[in-house]
């Protein structure tokens, strides 16, 4: 499973990037994927037909870079229908764990298997890379993406046309706080925006074959240009990264019923308590998470009301 189908990196950056900045500041990258047949309109509309219902995400691409979640304007088209139609559909599109289909997966593997030699490591479990996850993005001319953090490390490559893709140095609480950090990570991922961060702004503008590395919780929006668009988020999460998105979930549920806490590493001996309880838990679960219906039934009692906010027009 380590060993690349191609030969020639599928990822590339310079090496001060992958040696300096990685993984804690973005920086930009190139790559091989354009063109590949698992990412063409046509092959990305028969994915969308065969997925399930819950694991694609589509809305109108007339978003504000601020944009509050529950105003998002929907689309009167059936999922393959937005991709078939992308052109002038006025829609943003995101296809979640596209990893689940072993092409897609091979694909991800291959592409993190050149980063992890780049950085001197044998395999993709050497350097870090676990629970690889996939997801392909297909929008609209002149869609954007509003402000919002991801809970995961991500390559993201630029497949067609042009994006820019503007990331933002949150590191010192200054845009989100910990209370928004962790909504953000359990609940809806969408972070208000304000003028007065434009300073903090790295802007990366992205072509066919171009790519930004982005860091856990580095918040972001992304706007396409005049034609549609296709790129795919590479992530993974580090066994660090994993442990803050569990904290944060227990930390949510307790403070929903009235129990507000400090964030992690705040008090680290009451982290590990708190982790060893929300992990008993999830394993209990987790057997369930293998039907759609049990999906929407656990995130309606971990997330509340407006768990399956995205599933409203299914
Ligand atoms: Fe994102």
């Not at 690349?4 to 040696?19: M, Q, Y």
């Not at 072993?102 to 291959?110: A, N």
């Not at 003028?195 to 503008?205: L, Q, T, V």
Request: with cysteine; charged share 25%.
């Amino acid at each position: 499973m380590n060993v690349a189908s191609s030969i020639s990196p599928v990822i590339t950056a310079d090496n001060e990037s992958l040696k300096r900045d990685f993984p804690l500041k973005p920086f930009a990258i190139r790559h091989k994927l354009s063109g590949h047949p698992l990412l063409t309109l046509s092959r990305i509309a028969q994915l969308a037909s065969d997925m399930p219902r819950d694991l694609i995400e589509y809305n109108s691409g007339d978003a504000s870079v601020s944009q509050d979640p529950d105003k998002v304007k929907s689309i009167d088209l059936d999922p393959v229908e937005v991709v078939n139609r992308i052109q002038t559909a006025g829609a943003w599109m995101v296809l979640k764990r596209v990893e689940k289909s072993p092409e897609y997966r091979q694909l991800l593997e291959d592409a993190l298997t050149s980063v992890a030699r780049a950085r001197g490591f044998k395999s993709i479990e050497d350097a870090g890379f676990s629970q690889i996850e996939g997801f392909l993005f297909v929008s609209s001319p002149n869609s954007t993406t509003p402000f919002h953090m991801d809970a995961e490390d991500n390559f993201f490559v630029q497949i067609y046309g042009e994006k820019i893709f503007a990331v933002y140095d949150n590191r010192d609480g200054k845009i989100a706080d910990d209370a928004q950090v962790e909504h953000s990570t359990v609940k809806h991922r969408n972070v208000p925006f304000n003028e007065s961060f434009r300073p903090r702004g790295i802007e990366f503008n992205l072509d066919a074959g171009d790519g930004c590395y982005i860091p856990y919780q580095w918040p972001h929006w992304v706007k396409t240009a005049g034609s549609h668009s296709i790129s795919m988020a590479i992530t993974w999460k580090t066994e660090e990264v994993r442990r803050l998105n569990d904290l944060h979930r227990f930390n949510s549920m307790l403070r929903g019923i009235g129990l507000p806490q400090a964030a992690p590493g705040a008090r680290p001996a009451l982290d590990s308590t708190k982790l060893a309880v929300y992990r008993t838990a999830a394993a209990i679960i987790e057997p369930l998470r293998g039907s759609e219906t049990m999906r929407r039934v656990i995130r309606r009692i971990a997330l509340g009301k407006n768990a399956n906010y995205y599933l409203k027009k299914a």
